[in-house]
């Protein structure tokens, strides 16, 4: 397995039958939680760059001269939106002393919101992935991370502010 093909499937996990996608966003969680622990919430924002761009690299590789400009077996791009939705908890638990599992409802609506934004692409997701380049193919798991991400806030707010 060449460097491009290791990175864009993650590791073969992309290779995993049903639902790649979804394997992929649930390997990327235990390496967000070592990250987070490793380095804090900076580590983490620094994984979604450098994985943003390696991805990007990946993606283009594995599939110029092909008409499938998203291959189901691409997962990377799962792995950095489902960081992204991450960042959010990683942000409250570092900058509060806070074991970041604590925090699990926060890790089931991320994986769950990235998962709903990633099949569904609304709005922005939609047109990124209509793009049909390895950029898309980035950016409209980026946008569907980012969307994610809010919807943690809003959640995490609506339990912190109205609920108790």
Do not use: C
């Amino acid at each position: 397995m060449n460097i491009a093909k290791m990175i864009g499937t993650v590791f073969g996990v992309g290779y995993i039958r049903p639902a790649p996608g979804t394997w992929g966003s649930l390997v990327a969680l235990p390496w967000g939680w070592l990250l987070h622990v490793l380095g804090g919430f900076p580590l983490l924002v620094l994984a979604v760059v450098a994985g943003f761009a390696k991805g990007w690299w990946a993606t283009a590789k594995m599939t110029a001269g092909s008409d499938d400009h998203d291959p189901s077996e691409i997962v990377v791009d799962e792995v950095v939106g489902q960081w992204i939705a991450l960042l959010p908890l990683s942000y409250a638990a570092w900058t509060r002393g806070l074991d970041m599992l604590v925090m699990w409802p926060g890790w089931i609506a991320a994986f769950l919101l990235f998962r709903l934004f990633d099949i569904w692409k609304p709005w922005l997701v939609g047109w990124a992935d209509r793009r049909g380049d390895a950029l898309g193919v980035m950016l409209d798991d980026v946008i569907a991370g980012i969307f994610a991400a809010l919807g943690v806030m809003v959640l995490a707010g609506l339990y912190h502010g109205v609920l108790t």
